[in-house]
């Protein structure tokens, strides 16, 4: 049961372009959503948090939409760095729990 | 402020032996999860505790799995007879008392468990 659903596995992107990661929610009921940055070896860091009252959120570099009909969110990274090299999550706290997408990894080409 | 702390690493296994994984929160957190992400998946809930008490185990699978967090030392998740099928990265995570429960969730390096 994927509530949380993240379908491109894999992005790559040219230093200085823009990234979208991509993440689609099943359950209405969801009212905040995060973005994770994860590198090999290491936990998930929080990166970027929405509530469901805004549909956008700017944070330097990373922007988070939202788009509530649609079950819709997207992290835009511009510009996107070699850095930014990671797996990405995007995540809905539901009860007691977070409920994760699979992951898409960015690839920022130098 | 020491981030979250989980020990071992790695771990390896044969099948039927048992696995512990501990978690030490960060300081002044009493709430603790953890998940577990399976090759090519995303990291999916097992259990949530606050100290002395599981709160939430409906991730757990029924059998052979256990988690305690104990009034003092670490939380820790016990696996019985471990099965191949139970490698996996397991994370563990904790956040502090807030009101209402809140959204941050800090995650420790994770323990990676070989099953052989």
């Known amino acids: 049961d994927q509530q949380v659903k993240q379908n491109s596995p894999s992005l790559s992107v040219q230093e200085g372009r823009i990234s979208i990661l991509n993440c689609d929610y099943t359950?209405?009921?969801?009212?905040?959503f995060l973005w994770y940055k994860k590198y090999p070896a290491e936990g998930p860091t929080f990166l970027i948090s929405?509530?469901?009252?805004?549909d956008k959120n700017e944070d330097g570099r990373f922007t988070v939409f939202l788009n509530k009909s649609a079950k819709h969110l997207s992290l835009h990274i511009v510009p996107s760095q070699p850095g930014d090299s990671a797996v990405y999550f995007c995540?809905?706290?539901?009860?007691?729990?977070?409920?994760f997408g699979t992951g898409t990894s960015l690839t920022v080409i130098p | 402020n020491a981030g979250v702390m989980q020990n071992p690493r790695h771990l390896v296994r044969r099948r039927g032996q048992e696995a512990r994984l501990r978690c030490s929160p960060m300081?002044?957190?009493?709430?603790v999860y953890w998940y577990r992400q399976l090759p090519e998946e995303g990291l999916k809930f097992m259990v949530y505790?606050?100290?002395?008490?599981?709160?939430?185990e409906s991730g757990m699978p029924k059998e052979r799995f256990s988690a305690e967090f104990p009034k003092e030392g670490p939380s820790i998740l016990r696996i019985q007879q471990v099965v191949r099928g139970d490698s996996a990265a397991y994370f563990c995570?904790?956040?502090?008392?807030?009101?209402?429960?809140?959204?941050?969730?800090?995650f420790g390096p994770g323990t990676r468990l070989t099953v052989t």
């Open positions: 995570a904790s956040s502090p008392p807030l009101p209402g429960g809140g959204y941050e969730q800090y």
């Open positions: 359950n209405s009921m969801f009212d905040y």
């Open positions: 929405i509530s469901s009252i805004k």
């Open positions: 995540a809905a706290p539901w009860g007691n729990q977070f409920y």
């Open positions: 300081k002044g957190h009493s709430h």
């Open positions: 505790l606050q100290k002395e008490n599981i709160i939430d």
